[in-house]
């Protein structure tokens, strides 16, 4: 049985640095992409960015100039930076798996999250 | 990327047949049979209904069933039961040139 386990700081600053992780339980964690969703509190889903088991990435590009992924396969690890946060990154973040198909040495997401972490709500205020 | 578009509310007695739409562009829905649907009860972790389309993993009952007609994707749950409600997103791969997923902006589901 997959689980995604996620953690991080919950309360910061405007300005400041979110730093998020992800474990993978269960699995394999190579052959897919792993991606973070966040949701402002009574509000929609947005997909902030995926990641695979050797780094490649693709982010939302509304977010791309703030945003880092990076992966440790050894501990079956994913995270998420999002730097200088504001008012309008308080939300509901969620880790996710992806599906992902490989062709010619090349994996390409399937575009679907078939697993997800709990959620944690990160809030940001002065 | 702009957001799919979807009902803010739909609504169907117990027993009853319901239809969410979903529409996009010919950049993304229209072009890709990639579209997913989740539902999502309050304080919970979205959950994966269907995939590509139609498909629908294991342990989802088959009243759930997804189809598309041009640049509108729909998804229909059949024998409506109060566990149904819930909010539901649709998501579709957003195309070849800025990789990624676009979602819809949700529909509240209520079971009368």
């Known amino acids: 049985q997959v689980q995604l386990q996620q953690w991080g700081a919950g309360l910061l600053k405007p300005s400041e640095t979110l730093s998020l992780t992800c474990e993978v339980y269960?699995?394999?964690?190579?052959?897919?992409?792993w991606s973070w969703i966040r949701q402002p509190p009574g509000k929609g889903l947005e997909w902030i960015g995926e990641?695979?088991?050797?780094?490649?990435?693709n982010y939302n590009p509304s977010l791309k100039s703030r945003v880092t992924m990076s992966v440790d396969t050894s501990k079956s690890q994913f995270s998420l930076k999002l730097i200088s946060v504001t008012a309008a990154d308080t939300a509901v973040y969620y880790c996710?798996?992806?599906?992902?198909?490989?062709?010619?040495?090349?994996?390409?997401?399937?575009?679907?999250?078939?697993?997800w972490g709990q959620g944690g709500l990160v809030t940001v205020s002065s | 990327q702009s957001a799919l578009t979807q009902p803010a509310s739909v609504s169907g007695s117990p027993g009853q047949s319901i239809t969410i739409s979903c529409t996009g562009t010919?950049?993304?829905?229209?072009?890709?049979?990639?579209v997913s649907w989740y539902q999502q009860h309050p304080g919970k972790a979205p959950k994966l209904m269907i995939y590509e389309g139609s498909q629908r993993p294991s342990g989802v009952s088959n009243r759930f069933s997804g189809s598309k007609s041009g640049n509108t994707a729909s998804l229909t749950i059949s024998g409506l039961q109060a566990e149904d409600e819930a909010d539901y997103y649709c998501?579709?791969?957003?195309?070849?040139?800025?990789?990624?997923?676009?979602f819809g902006g949700g529909t509240k589901l209520t079971v009368l």
């Open positions: 990641i695979n088991h050797s780094g490649r990435t």
């Open positions: 996710a798996r992806v599906p992902a198909y490989c062709s010619g040495g090349t994996c390409y997401s399937r575009s679907y999250f078939d697993y």
């Open positions: 998501c579709s791969y957003a195309g070849f040139i800025t990789p990624g997923v676009v």
């Open positions: 010919s950049t993304d829905v229209g072009t890709y049979n990639l």
């Open positions: 269960g699995g394999s964690f190579s052959g897919y992409y």
